[in-house]
Structures are given as structure tokens and as C-alpha cells.
């Protein structure tokens, strides 16, 4: 090694961690920075979640939603990627605990001059995690697998089950919460049973399967203004949706759900498939830094960030997305939905801010450039709140459709979504149909228990 290397200054060290939407904006605004970058992630691809329900309901493949992060930062010199999980954080020391490595077991401190965490959220299922295992959650890319399986079970159990009860719960879905991802995805599963997989059963009639979207506040579709709402349940009902509005879920199990109505009386709904769709919590990051900075967390589990996005005490730690809340110079909350545009926006603030440090500038408080909200409620219907303009039906659709296309990441995933969507909207049709995993709903003890024709003891 010459002098002259040994005496250059060493870059300065950016970790990210989390590559979804706010993490992965912040590396890609860094290109060309005079920083290295390291991003690390516990899965090695980025997801595009406002589409998942598309995986969960047959309409798109995984590969059509997610791109791997290599591959995106691929042609960037400055950052590299490592697959590992974030558990911990040592701010003294200014390092970053990885777990999970897939080369060795045991922990490994990872050094940065500047740090930022963009973990996200997860769902919440309101102290009653054992629901998960019966309502799974449409977060991740398995759990949209998993869903998609249950679903496509559901429709060959009924086929299969002659106990018309029995087959009547095989064909109800409860999807639990009306937000935009319950909405969609209650409007999908009716498409799928009165459109799509009707012709391919012989004994069932999948027209006959109930969609009860349970909501506990009084309108679908909450952070829209009061009339998209009432147009987005009129859609709903007329794809044969029956909204429960102030209706709550007081339980879950794997052949029914226990639903509380506005007068307080509990029915048990026979429903061989339940999806959680309700509200989010903070990634456990959210908690740790906190807890290592001394800095609040509220009761979504999100830690309070000064006006720069940066963690109270310690400037060189920056948290973005899901998984904070932002204080406003005057002290106040400033109130953000957990949204994708939010995570960008904060994502390449933080990059902003970086570079400015660098050059010894001052970087203005973030700010959120509110650009509307959007819906989509099945085949051609969607709802639409632009800076006050109050879009349905067709148009809000098309609107739904070229957004989602624009920031969907990846020249060839943007092609071959627009491609399925076109064929979908011409045929009807969802390719991506498969059963992937043995459903955990076995249909074989019903089966047994009912075999007046024998049918089961021949499949
Ligand atoms: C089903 C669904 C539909 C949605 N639809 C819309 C929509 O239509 N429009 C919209 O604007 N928003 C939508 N959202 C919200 C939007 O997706 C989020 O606001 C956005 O993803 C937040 O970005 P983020 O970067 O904070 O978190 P994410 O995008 O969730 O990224 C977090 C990343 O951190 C990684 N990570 C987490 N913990 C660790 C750890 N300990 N170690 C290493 N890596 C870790 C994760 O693997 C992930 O890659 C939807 C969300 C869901 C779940």
C-alpha cells in the first residue's frame, strides 16, 4: 500500500437498513454520492406492496411485484447489499447488530457514520396473535401465498363437500378490516368466485360464495372523503360483497369467525377462510431505537423523529416510513398515513440530507407533498381522491392503473403487469391460479365425515 492510498480519507459509511419503499429510495438517491452505502434486508428483494393482493388472489405472479434488490442496485457503485436482519442497535459505538447472516450464525456489528432504518410495519391483530394462524395477514409476500392457497382450497373443498352447511362455510371469506387493502381484496375474491373459476368447477356453484368485509367503523374506505366511501360500498355490494359496518371480530378460529354487531350480540359465522386486513404496528426497529435513544414511541409502535427525520440526540441516525411519526418544528405530530408516497418522500429527504451534510449546507424540515389517495374495488371500478378531486368508477380506475404501473420498480415487471392486467380485463381470466403449499385448512376429516357417495374415499 503507497503512502497516497494510505492517507486517503476512508468514504463516508451510509447504512440503510430496509429495502422496501423509503429504504430503497433513500440508496437509490445516493448514487453517484461520495458515500458508501451498504443496505441491509432480511429478504433480498424489494416488495411492492400496494399490489400483493393481486398475488393473493391469482391476478399476478410474486416475480411480477417484487424485484431483487442486487439486481436493482446493480449499476450503482456505491452501494452493495447484505442479506441479514437488523435485531439491534449501539449508538455509542455506532453500529448496527446483524443477525442471520447466511454464512454464519451468532452476531455481527456492522459500522456507519450515518444510519438510517426504514423497517416498515406489520399487521396487528389487537393482542390476539393467535388469529394469525386462521386470518393470515397480507403483508408479505408468503402471506399472500399462503392466502392465494387457502382461497383456491376453499373453492375445491366446496366442490368436493356435499353437506351443503358444510360447503356453504367453505365458500364464505371474512376479510377483516375495510381500508384499502380489505376493500380490494374483498372485491377481488368476489370477481374470482362469480367470474373467473365458475366454468372450471362441476358440482359447486362458486357464484353462491359470500364476501362479509367487517369493518368496525360506520363507512368503508375511512380516509376517503364520506361520498367515495358510500360509491366504493355500492361497488362492493353490487359484486355481491356484504360490507358489516360497525361490526368488530371478537374471535377466530379455523371453521368460523365470531362477529360482535352494533348492538353488541356475537354471532359465530361458519367461514373456512378469514384474511386480516386490519390495522398496522411498527416494525420492532421502531422499538429498539427508542429504546437505545431515550425517544418516544406512540401507540402504533412508531419512535418520534425531530423535523429532519433524524432520532432525537443523535443527528447521524435517521428513521423514515412506516415505522416513525414526525415532530414539526413548532413541537407538534405531524399527522402522515402509513402510505407508499410519505415512505418515498422521506426516503430521498434523507438522501438530501445526507449529501447536504457533506457539502456543510443546511437542509430545509421535511415536508409531506400530499398527491391523493386511490382505491381499486374490482374490474374496472375504483375510487380516487386527488388534491380534492373526487374521482369514481372508469376513470378512477384508469388513474389506479397508470399510478400503480409508474411505480411499480422495473422496466420488465411494469411490461408484464400491464400485459396480465390486459389480458385479464379482456378474458376474465387470472393465470397464476396454483395451489403452492398443502393447505393447513385439510379438507380430509370433513370429507370422511361425509361420504355419502363416496367421492372422498376416490380422491
Ligand atoms: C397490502 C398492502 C397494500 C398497500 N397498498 C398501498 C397503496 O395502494 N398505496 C399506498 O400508498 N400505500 C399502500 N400500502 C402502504 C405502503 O406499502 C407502505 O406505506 C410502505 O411500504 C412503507 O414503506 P417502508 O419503507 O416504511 O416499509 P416497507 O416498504 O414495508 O419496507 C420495509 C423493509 O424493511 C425490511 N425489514 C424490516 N425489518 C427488518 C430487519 N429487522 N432487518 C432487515 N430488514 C428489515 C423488510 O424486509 C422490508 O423490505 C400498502 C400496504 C400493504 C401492506
Do not use: C
Amino acid at each position: 500500500m503507497t503512502n497516497e492510498t494510505q492517507s486517503r480519507p476512508r468514504p463516508h459509511r451510509v447504512v440503510v437498513v430496509g429495502g422496501g419503499f423509503a429504504g430503497l429510495r433513500a440508496v437509490r438517491s445516493l448514487r453517484g454520492a461520495p458515500v458508501e452505502v451498504t443496505l441491509v434486508d432480511r429478504q433480498n428483494f424489494t416488495l411492492f406492496q400496494p399490489l400483493v393482493y393481486q398475488v393473493a388472489t391469482g391476478a399476478l405472479s410474486p416475480a411480477e411485484i417484487a424485484a431483487p434488490l442486487r439486481s436493482i442496485l446493480r449499476k450503482q457503485r456505491n452501494a452493495r447489499v447484505v442479506l441479514a436482519e437488523a435485531t439491534g442497535f449501539d449508538l455509542e459505538h455506532r453500529e448496527v447488530v446483524l443477525e442471520h447472516l447466511p454464512n454464519r450464525g451468532g452476531s455481527t456489528p456492522l459500522g456507519y457514520d450515518t444510519l438510517i432504518v426504514a423497517g416498515g410495519s406489520r399487521y396487528n391483530y389487537f393482542g390476539h396473535d393467535e388469529w394469525q394462524a386462521d386470518a393470515p395477514e397480507l403483508k408479505s409476500l408468503a402471506g399472500a401465498l399462503d392466502i392465494r392457497s387457502r382461497i383456491l382450497a376453499a373453492f375445491e373443498a366446496a366442490e368436493l363437500e356435499p353437506d351443503p352447511q358444510l360447503r356453504q362455510a367453505w365458500l364464505t371469506f371474512v376479510v377483516v378490516g375495510a381500508g384499502p387493502t380489505g376493500v380490494e381484496m374483498a372485491g377481488q375474491i368476489a370477481e374470482l368466485a362469480r367470474d373467473v373459476v365458475r366454468a372450471d368447477f362441476r358440482s359447486v356453484d362458486t357464484r353462491a360464495a359470500r364476501v362479509l368485509l367487517v369493518e368496525a367503523s360506520d363507512r368503508v374506505l375511512m380516509n376517503f372523503p364520506a361520498s367515495l366511501s358510500h360509491k366504493a360500498t355500492s361497488a362492493l355490494e353490487r359484486l355481491g360483497v356484504t360490507p358489516l359496518l360497525n361490526h368488530t371480530v371478537v374471535g377466530v378460529a379455523d371453521d368460523s369467525v365470531a362477529i360482535r354487531g352494533p348492538a353488541g350480540e356475537v354471532a359465530q359465522k361458519p367461514a373456512r377462510t378469514a384474511i386480516w386486513a386490519a390495522g398496522v404496528t411498527a416494525s420492532e426497529l421502531a422499538a429498539r431505537l427508542a429504546e437505545a435513544a431515550g425517544a418516544e414511541v406512540d401507540r402504533s409502535g412508531r419512535v418520534t423523529v425531530e423535523p429532519d427525520l433524524s432520532l432525537p440526540g443523535h443527528p447521524e441516525v435517521l428513521a423514515l416510513g412506516d415505522m416513525v411519526r414526525v415532530r414539526a418544528a413548532d413541537g407538534s405530530i405531524v399527522p402522515l398515513p402509513g402510505l407508499a408516497p410519505v415512505a418515498l418522500q422521506q426516503g430521498r429527504y434523507a438522501a438530501r440530507l445526507v449529501r447536504d451534510r457533506l457539502r456543510g449546507q443546511a437542509t430545509k424540515p421535511f415536508h409531506y407533498v400530499d398527491k391523493g389517495d386511490l382505491a381499486t374495488i374490482g374490474r374496472s371500478k375504483a375510487v380516487a381522491d386527488v388534491k380534492g378531486l373526487h374521482l369514481s368508477g372508469f376513470t378512477a380506475w384508469v388513474t389506479w392503473l397508470v399510478v400503480h404501473l409508474f411505480y411499480l420498480i422495473g422496466f420488465q415487471n411494469r411490461l408484464l403487469v400491464l400485459i396480465r392486467w390486459t389480458i385479464s380485463f379482456a378474458t376474465r381470466g387470472r393465470g397464476a391460479r396454483l395451489i403452492v403449499r398443502p393447505p393447513e385448512h385439510s379438507t380430509s376429516h370433513d370429507a370422511a365425515d361425509h361420504e355419502p357417495d363416496g367421492l372422498s374415499r376416490r380422491v
